[in-house]
């Protein structure tokens, strides 16, 4: 069990700081497993390319729009994906000079083991949440604080939501 409230420094800790060292600390275990999972020489800002990109894919100008960086970036950013073999450049349906940007077989399989990932650790991260390591009480946990959360972002932003922006 943890420290009660009283006894512990963080509860008096300004709200942008804890989402942001929450943040922090599941990305960086999550980023630690997809490397042990074989991905090594993939980051944050590939997967958020990834998820901006989609099934269908996007030009470089739409996934800039998507991360919230300038065209420059994204085309850096597709550069390097298309390097390391996760995308490809294809001819867009509409004509013209624009190409679009799709995943590759090893993007979506990267996707996928991503996915399980981020899952095991949520219920691990329940697991830890709950009393006595009970998942079933830490997945309410978890529950409440995604609601939580999506109330917070709704407050904030609308309906129209912001690009996450791969600053970190």
Do not use: C
Not at 139 to 157: C, F, P, Y
């Amino acid at each position: 069990m943890g420290p009660v409230e009283s006894d512990d420094p963080l509860y008096g800790t300004e709200l942008t700081f804890l989402l942001g060292l929450a943040f922090q600390l599941l990305l960086g275990e999550f980023n630690d497993r997809v490397a042990e999972a074989g991905y090594p020489d993939l980051r944050p800002v590939h997967g958020l390319a990834f998820q901006a990109l989609g099934p269908a894919g996007a030009t470089s100008s739409e996934l800039a729009a998507r991360l919230g960086v300038t065209k420059q970036a994204a085309g850096q950013i597709v550069d390097d994906l298309e390097r390391r073999g996760y995308v490809r450049r294809e001819a867009h349906p509409a004509g013209g000079r624009r190409k679009l940007v799709v995943l590759t077989e090893a993007a979506q399989a990267h996707l996928a083991v991503a996915g399980r990932l981020l899952h095991g650790l949520e219920a691990e991260l329940a697991t830890r949440l709950g009393a006595g390591g009970e998942a079933e009480t830490g997945a309410a946990e978890l529950g409440r604080l995604r609601t939580d959360l999506v109330r917070v972002i709704r407050a904030l932003a609308g309906t129209e939501l912001p690009p996450l922006r791969p600053v970190w």
